[in-house]
Every structure is written in C-alpha cells, then in structure tokens.
C-alpha cells in the first residue's frame, strides 16, 4: 500500500510539472532546494513520528545526525550564498547556480565550490531518504496529508518559481532564506496532554 502512495505521490508531481524532473534542478537554484527541503522534512517527521523513535534510540540518534549534517549542508549553501549575492550586489552568482542545475552548464572558476556542496548534498540527500526502521519504502510511516502536502506545496513554489526571474537581489535572498531545512524540535509533534508514555 505505502508503495502506491508513493507512487500516486509521484504521479501527481508529474501532473504539475509533466516537463519538470522530480528533484526540481530543471526549474532551477529555488525548485532545487524547495525539493531538497520539502522531502527531507517529510522524511525527518515521519521518521521522529514513528513509533520506533523511542524504542530504538541508537537509529533514531542515526537518523538525526544525517538529517543534521544533510541541513548542515543546506544552511552552507543558503547562507554562503546569501552572503556572496549581499556583498557583491549581482546576480551573476546566482544566474550561474541556476543554470548550472537546470542546462548542465559548468560555473565559472570563482563559484566551483558550489558544485561541491551541491552534489555533497544530492549524496547526503539520497542516504538520508533510504532510511528507515523497518520495511516500507523510502516514505514509509507518511501519511497521505503529508504526501499531498508536500504535492501542493510543490506545486505552488513551481507557480513562483517562473515568476521569480524579474525579482530583484533582495527578493532572491528572502526566498532562499526561506528554504532552510528545520531543525528537528520543530518536526516532532507534541505529546497530547494525558497520554501514556
């Protein structure tokens, strides 16, 4: 069953973007991290949610230090990014990121680092994503809100995301602020007042 939502998950990100790869590089830096941020937080809840988190803490405490390192990673890129676009005042770095995702195209020498990070961040990504305390597929123990959530939300950062091209420098930087991975306090649900445990 957990492998036809999956499925019916996947499914309905090819309705909203039939020529859009399913990690968001063709659209670009922006649907690149919404992607990156969005399954990784979908993975992260439903594994803190599971009730396995407390029984085995020894993979529990694995599966918070990859998620820590995968957003350790991401916040690198964010905020070096935000930093570099500030301080120079051009969109040539982040033009050059975001064809370098969505063409193939090879940066330039003075932002190379970025590549590195980038595909630091498609490894820790896919390790993270296969995960899990039993069997079940990648997404196992997600719900089918937090399937289509993330479908919907998809959806409406590719929305954005082809308006985006006219923002200004200012506008880049709120929305990749934006994309940063929560911290995992934040995706743990609270216990409901009265229940065992």
């Known amino acids: 069953m957990k492998k036809y939502i999956l499925l019916l998950f ?12 399913i990690d968001g ?16 937080e979908a993975k992260m809840t439903s594994l803190v949610n599971d009730e396995n988190y407390t029984k085995k803490p020894e993979k529990a405490l694995k599966f918070n230090s990859e998620y820590t390192l995968l957003k350790l990673s991401v916040d690198q890129l964010i905020n070096q990014l935000s930093a570099d676009l500030l301080s120079k005042n051009r969109l040539k770095l982040y033009r050059s990121l975001d064809n370098y995702l969505k063409n193939g195209e090879k940066l330039p020498e003075q932002f190379s680092h970025y590549s590195k990070l980038i595909e630091r961040i498609d490894g820790q990504l896919q390790a993270f994503l296969i995960r899990k305390y039993k069997d079940g597929g990648p997404l196992a123990g997600a719900s089918i809100e937090e399937i289509t959530g993330v479908a919907s939300e998809v959806r409406e950062i590719i929305t954005s995301a082809r308006d985006f091209r006219e923002k200004k420098i200012q506008s880049i930087y709120g929305i990749i602020k934006e994309l940063k991975l929560a911290a995992i306090t934040e995706l743990i649900k609270p216990k409901e007042k009265g229940s065992k445990d």
Request: without cysteine; neutral net charge.
């Open 25 to 40: 590089k063709d659209l670009g830096l922006v649907g690149y991290l919404t992607y990156v941020k969005t399954i990784s």
């Open 10 to 21: 996947l499914f309905s990100l090819n309705i909203y973007s039939q020529d859009i790869s």
